[in-house]
């Protein structure tokens, strides 16, 4: 990858329909993701009285996110590329395919639409607490660190190799993302 590829942009990008409406496409792809994965595990967590930590919840988790992860790059993979996570967007920036100003818009729409998921998802369920991920018993912040730097890879690297390095990606390729 030459570095002839990454492109600043020009300012009057920000303001461009297309690019406004990338990053709206990009904002509701997010908001879905968000939203449905992280819904999913509130309402199975009150199902069976804090038990998300069970293995039928890990699965049930995981199918959830899966699912979740489909729709939202399906509902985005025409407008915007469908990124919806901020690791994908800087990906699709160093590789020259988007520009850094709209790798901005991307990113500050992907996080909005998670914060929006956020506050609709507490709304929606009367002020449960929405989950946020923490550390494992006996798991350093280093060892965290390594594995989300290890893992964030594979998933801008089959992002990539299924998005930008075939020519037409077919239906089926994006259901495998999910």
């Not at 509701?28 to 967590?45: D, H, K, P, R």
């Not at 804090?50 to 988790?61: D, K």
């Not at 991920?133 to 989300?148: I, P, Q, Y």
Request: proline share 4%; hydrophobic share 50%.
């Amino acid at each position: 990858m030459p570095f002839r590829d990454i492109a600043v942009g020009r300012p009057e990008e920000a303001t461009h329909p297309d690019a406004l409406r990338a990053a709206l496409a990009e904002f509701i792809s997010t908001l879905i993701f968000v939203f449905a994965g992280s819904g999913s595990g509130m309402a199975f967590n009150k199902l069976t009285d804090n038990g998300s930590t069970t293995p039928a919840g890990l699965v049930a988790a995981s199918l959830a996110h899966g699912f979740a992860l489909f729709v939202a790059v399906s509902v985005g993979a025409n407008i915007s590329g469908g990124h919806v996570n901020p690791a994908v967007t800087f990906g699709a920036f160093v590789g020259g395919n988007i520009t850094l100003l709209r790798g901005i818009l991307y990113w500050i729409a992907q996080l909005l639409g998670s914060t929006v998921a956020c506050l609709l998802l507490k709304f929606a369920t009367s002020g449960l607490t929405v989950p946020a991920f923490g550390l494992s018993s006996g798991v350093g912040v280093w060892n965290a660190f390594v594995f989300e730097i290890v893992m964030t890879f594979g998933l801008v690297y089959t992002v990539w190799r299924l998005r930008w390095s075939l020519n037409e990606p077919s239906c089926f390729i994006w259901s495998c993302l999910g």
